[in-house]
T-cell receptor
């Protein structure tokens, strides 16, 4: 089974509007971390936001917020006030802390295009 | 503060050849992970090095090997290249010690093309 599922291959959003990128995960660990990365065409993975499984509050970082619904095993990324520079691939990733694993499991990504 | 650097940026090889990719971690980081990202896919974990030893390995054949040096920099070696090894190879560095939050900082990647 896939550990991270991103069901939106591509999304379009109007500049200055908000957009939600979906992510569901699968783990039996009680302790894990969820990450969102942005990958522009240059290839570098840019860290955006982190949510720990025991964090009660949804994580926020500037225009990025993570809508964490633990019971549904979802960790959707919300980008507010979209900008043209937000056009990129977005990846959801998970680290399973309880197993002692240090690697990240990534989804297949969502390509976001911001329309002027 | 230098981030993660990788070399070379691009590389073209032919089937059966061997390749070495290099990575220097972010200053202060002691752990290096390597990922392979095929076109249109998310990165897949290859292995991780800490204290000059392979600490963890993903589902990759033995043709993929690595090394970490005392200065924490790392190399990824791939032998007997196959067409399917064509991908973007990403290096990520992190600091061991925090078991709950282990942000990995990624480099710009090396794009390997196997002909």
């Amino acid at each position: 089974a896939q550990k991270i599922t991103q069901t939106q291959p591509g999304m379009f959003v109007q500049e200055k509007e908000a957009v939600t990128l979906d992510c569901t995960y699968d783990t039996s660990d009680q302790s894990y971390g969820l990450f969102w990365y942005k990958q522009p065409s240059s290839g570098e993975m840019i860290f955006l936001i982190y949510q720990g499984s025991y964090d009660e509050q949804n994580a926020t970082e500037g225009r990025y917020s993570l809508n964490f619904q633990k019971a549904r095993k979802s960790a959707n990324l919300v980008i507010s006030a979209s900008q043209l520079g937000d056009s990129a691939m977005y990846f959801c990733a998970m680290r399973e802390v309880q197993t002692g694993a240090n690697n990240l499991f990534f989804g297949t990504g969502t390509r976001l295009t911001v329309i002027p | 503060d230098a981030g993660v650097t990788q070399s070379p940026t691009h590389l073209i090889k032919t089937r059966g050849q061997q390749v070495t990719l290099r990575c220097s971690p972010k200053s202060g980081h002691d752990t290096v992970s390597w990922y392979q990202q095929a076109l249109g896919q998310g990165p897949q974990f290859i292995f991780q090095y800490y204290e000059e030893e392979e600490r963890q390995r993903g589902n990759f054949p033995d043709r993929f090997s690595g090394h970490q040096f005392p200065n924490y920099s790392s190399e990824l070696n791939v032998n007997a290249l196959l067409l399917g090894d064509s991908a973007l190879y990403l290096c990520a560095s992190s600091l061991a010690g925090d078991p709950t939050y282990n942000e990995q900082f990624f480099g710009p990647g090396t794009r390997l093309t196997v002909l």
